[in-house]
């Protein structure tokens, strides 16, 4: 298997051969690109690794933020608010990342609450760090929604440890049964803790699906929700900076993982780029082209070594 050092080869001409080797073509980076007017990045296998930085990633941010290019960081992680996780990554980093360039399962969750459920009471099942991001919309908690008389549009399933009780999953069942909107901030079954391979609050997700026979609306990847937030949010941006109104086809998601990454951006509208320096390595894309896995929105529209590689090309191309 390929070591991330094999991954980022300084050569040209070797990044080229490892990319032709695993394809069996060489990708066109360059024109992949053309016309991209903002970025999604993939957290964990595109900026971080085992939680610490990737060889070029700081550097890639940097020319990002130097040339004013809009990009927004997204991930399925939940637990915590955005402030909580900018600070963390910038303490990784050594340098600042603002809060407002980082969209997370729970925030767009809150956001989706915000537009479509407005003012209206909420039943919300997440972290007491990452239930700040419903601030200044009606939260009603578990005990007040624990009867007939209180009645939410919205019941919100995400990262809540220990209070993913059956108590409140038995709440949240009822409010759903009983009207509620279903929402899933991810659908993760699994994920991996020091303490080894943990279970996950999709695992919970899945189960009250087949309770209720119903499928939640999921806010996280590969969810087309997370996307068109995260192409809103950029639109925003581009506006006040004064440019044109942004399509969703002028934005890259650049990510390692071929489903939640580069399908679920593709089905979403953006274009999909991918980077081997995390799930998908050059061996597991040679594998799934080898495989005939690289159909439809599976296939990245474009394949860099790492992000300094996609930002590197995408600002020559620029000009």
Do not use: C
């Not at 020319?63 to 303490?91: D, I, K, Q, W």
Request: charged share 20%; glycine share 10%; hydrophobic share 45%.
């Amino acid at each position: 298997m390929s070591t991330i050092d094999d991954l980022t080869a300084s050569s040209p001409d070797a990044r080229r051969e490892v990319l032709h080797e695993a394809l069996g073509e060489t990708p066109a980076l360059g024109e992949a690109l053309d016309g991209v007017r903002a970025l999604v990045l993939d957290a964990d296998g595109v900026l971080l690794y085992a939680s610490h930085p990737l060889p070029g990633a700081v550097e890639a941010l940097a020319m990002l933020e130097a040339a004013g290019f809009p990009y927004r960081v997204v991930t399925n992680y939940s637990l915590a608010h955005r402030a909580t996780l900018a600070a963390a990554v910038s303490r990784r980093f050594g340098r600042p990342v603002l809060p407002a360039t980082i969209i997370t399962a729970a925030s767009a969750a809150a956001a989706h609450t915000a537009l479509h459920h407005p003012g209206q009471p909420l039943l919300v099942l997440a972290s007491p760090d990452a239930l700040r991001e419903w601030t200044g919309q009606h939260v009603v908690a578990p005990d007040d929604a624990d009867g007939p008389d209180q009645r939410v549009v919205a019941a919100v399933i995400g990262d809540a440890g220990d209070d993913l009780s059956f108590r409140n999953l038995d709440i949240a069942f009822r409010q759903v049964r009983a009207g509620a909107a279903f929402i899933a901030m991810h659908k993760n079954l699994w994920w991996v803790t020091p303490k080894g391979i943990t279970l996950d609050a999709g695992a919970l997700v899945v189960g009250l699906e087949h309770a209720l026979g119903r499928r939640a609306t999921v806010t996280g990847k590969p969810s087309p929700v997370v996307f068109r937030q995260a192409v809103r949010e950029l639109a925003a941006e581009v506006a006040i900076r004064g440019g044109s109104p942004l399509r969703a086809a002028e934005v890259a998601m650049v990510g390692d993982d071929l489903d939640s990454d580069v399908a679920g951006a593709r089905r979403a509208g953006l274009r999909g780029i991918l980077v081997l320096t995390g799930k998908t390595n050059r061996t597991a894309l040679q594998a799934a082209h080898v495989a005939g896995q690289l159909r439809g929105p599976r296939r990245p529209q474009g394949v860099g070594t790492d992000l300094l590689d996609v930002v590197s090309a995408l600002l020559e191309r620029r000009g």
